[in-house]
Antibody
Framework: QMQLQESGPGLVKPLETLSLTCTVS??????????WGWIRQPPGRGLEWIGS???????YYNPSLKSRVTTSIDASRNQFSLILRSMTAADTAVYYC??????????????WGQGSLVTVSS | IQMTQSPSTLSASIGDRVTITCRAS??????VAWYQQKPGRAPNLLIY???DLQSGVPSRFSGSGSGTEFTLTISSLQPDDFATYYC??????????FGQGTKVEIK
């Protein structure tokens, strides 16, 4: 059974950069044509797709976040990562990593991590 | 493309037939998924491509629709089904948006 696990800081200062990593177990990040991505959910609110990457390194980002987002993949470690720059209070959210169930960067998402709460505060 | 779900909250009893609607601001063909989310948990994929049931999901869940109007139906509500449900439109390697969610509560 595939499992995904987010790791990273729970607290980020305003204007600093968030770096999160997702470690995949129970399957290879290089197999298949899936995309690996990030979705976030502010407390008490809905879901927002951030961006995705496939094993070839092709990246796709939400246009509203594109200028601040970078995703990368490390197949040797079976990990992929998110960088979100210039964080503000509006970026406070639970950040999920996930896998799409086919060759599309935007979904649908059939495997999810448990989520990592990131708070932006000084 | 925006996705508008209705209702935002739904009160129902065990055994009820429940229907949640999602409308797209423009046609998304059949590229709609539905998720169930319980408090403190990640969303769980129920339906993809508007009507395909994800493996392992009970058959009381079904989806329908195309173009701009989509429906998630629970044929007979069970205790485990009280949760928040989200629709998602996903354009191939382009853009994605989620609906605002529908909370199904015990009546």
């Amino acid at each position: 059974q595939m499992q995904l696990q987010e790791s990273g800081p729970g607290l980020v200062k305003p204007l600093e950069t968030l770096s999160l990593t997702c470690t995949v177990s129970g399957g290879s990040i290089s197999s298949g044509t899936y995309h690996w991505g990030w979705i976030r959910q502010p407390p008490g609110r809905g879901l927002e797709w951030i961006g995705s990457i496939n094993y070839r390194g092709d990246t796709y980002y939400n246009p509203s976040l594109k200028s601040r987002v970078t995703t990368s993949i490390d197949a040797s470690r079976n990990q992929f990562s998110l960088i979100l720059r210039s964080m503000t209070a509006a970026d406070t959210a639970v950040y999920y990593c996930g896998r799409t169930n086919w060759d599309s960067s935007t979904g649908p998402w059939d495997y999810w991590g448990q989520g990592s709460l990131v708070t932006v505060s000084s | 493309i925006q996705m508008t779900q209705s209702p935002s909250t739904l009160s129902a009893s065990i055994g009820d037939r429940v229907t949640i609607t999602c409308r797209a601001s423009q046609s998304v063909s059949v590229w709609v998924a539905w998720y169930q989310q319980k408090p403190g948990r990640a969303p769980n994929l129920l339906i993809y491509r508007a009507s395909d049931l994800q493996s392992g999901v009970p058959s009381r869940f079904s989806g329908s629709g195309s173009g701009t109007e989509f429906t998630l139906t629970i044929s007979s509500l069970q205790p485990d089904d009280f949760a928040t449900y989200y629709c998602q439109q996903y354009q191939y390697n382009s853009y994605s948006a989620f609906g605002q969610g529908t909370k199904v509560e015990i009546k």
